[in-house]
Every structure is written in structure tokens, then in C-alpha cells.
């Protein structure tokens, strides 16, 4: 069993692997991780791990991955995709693990990936599966955060549906703005990558996956999980080549 710990700014992912099958998925906060990993050495046979951090490791870790074949993923760590950013030492754990969903599901193919969550990102592996780079962009709940602080008055706005894209008081207007602007930013950045590569294929991933895969217009495959299947295949990739 292979153990995927996704370590955020605020939550930790902790996904549990069989070869390539995703077989449990938790989430839970820092104060909640030590007695997670507890449950999750109790109740599998745990052979290596794979961390993937913003931050430094939490101080119990190593309690729990001492004797464990660990791997943190960093800029130089082998990955089964060629690597043609410009500055690959600047690259983003998330985006690496990204890139590598896509080259280890998808070979020999186009693909687009987005990740909508803080921020929404574009990656783009090609057909040679050589990793050209992409976009970075406020996610949804940036954007509300922004125009509640940078205004004196403007409210902070939950997500929520948009049930016509003429806001009929302030609340609406601004779900209006940031989620109709959202979701046509993400066509419109699709239809840019289609009309230059033949056979597309996006997948839409992230925390905001389930809420804009219904909006947005063009064909494409919601993954919720497809950054933690990029760790795993990471894994794989650098234990058994």
C-alpha cells in the first residue's frame, strides 16, 4: 500500500493507494492529522509514502514514517514526464504532481489540466509528453476575499448558484461577476489551447471541481483526485521506474 500525503496550507489529504487504485481518502486539518495517520498504520500495511508540502513537515511525522521507503517531492525529484518550463526549480509541487497525472493517464495525448482551487491553474502536457507550463489565476474564493478587503463596503460572499447573470442586488452581483467570469475565463482559455492542439482532452480538478463541471460549456472529465493520482504515479515512478 502506498500512503499520499498532500499537505496545504490549511487541510491535509491523506490518500491510500493499491498500486494505482485510489482506496481511502481523508481530509482533515493539521490538529486532526496525528490521530488520522494513527487510523490510517492501524488499518493498512503501509510500505512507502510519498509527501507533497507547502510547508515543513509536521512534527509527528516522523513518528509515523520512520522504517517507511519516504519521498518528498521537490524540483528534482524523478517524474514520468519531460520537464520543458522555463524555470523548473520555480515549479509548484502541485503542478509537478499535476503534470504527472496527466503524462501516466493519458500518453502520447494532449491534455489540459485545470485546478480550480485557491487558485486556478492551467497545465499543459503534449502528445510527446513534454510539460510546457500553463497559467496561474485567483480562484473563486480569492476573488470574493479580494473585493471584500481592497473595497470599504463590498460584503464577503459565499459560493453559491447563479440563478440569472444580471445581479439584482449587491450579494448577486458580485456571484455574477466572479463566477460568470470564472467559468467563461475557463472556456475561453480552452478554446485557445484547441484551436493550437489537435485532440484535447481537459480535465477539471480541484475543490470547485463538482460546482463549475456543470457550467462550464466545453467537454471535459471532472477528477477530484487527479493531483493525489499525480503523487502516487510520482511514487510509483521513482520505486519501481
Known sequence: MNLVIDQGNTFVKLAVFENS?????????????????????????????????????????DTFLDNKVVLRLTSETLVPFFNNYGSPRSL??????????????????????????TCITFEFKNANDEYLGGAIAPGIQMRFKALHDYTAKLPLVSLASVEDFI???????????????????IDGVINQYLARFEDLTVILTGGDTLFLAE??????????????????AILEHNTHG
Do not use: H
Not at 224 to 232: A, M, R
Open 167 to 185: 445581479g439584482n442586488n449587491t450579494e448577486t452581483s458580485i456571484l455574477s461577476g466572479v463566477v460568470n467570469n470564472v467559468v467563461q475565463e
Open 21 to 61: 487504485r485510489l482506496v481511502d481518502l481523508d481530509s482533515v486539518s493539521y490538529c486532526e492529522a496525528e490521530e488520522m495517520l494513527k487510523k490510517i498504520f492501524k488499518k493498512n500495511e503501509i510500505k512507502q509514502v510519498i509527501w507533497s508540502s507547502v510547508g515543513e513537515a509536521m512534527p509527528f511525522f
Open 92 to 117: 509548484g509541487v502541485d503542478r509537478i504532481a499535476l503534470a504527472a497525472a496527466a503524462a501516466v493517464n493519458y500518453p502520447k495525448k494532449n491534455v489540459l489540466v485545470i485546478d480550480a482551487g
Open 215 to 232: 457550467r462550464v460549456k466545453n467537454t471535459i472529465f471532472a477528477n477530484p483526485n487527479f493531483l493525489l493520482e499525480g503523487l502516487n
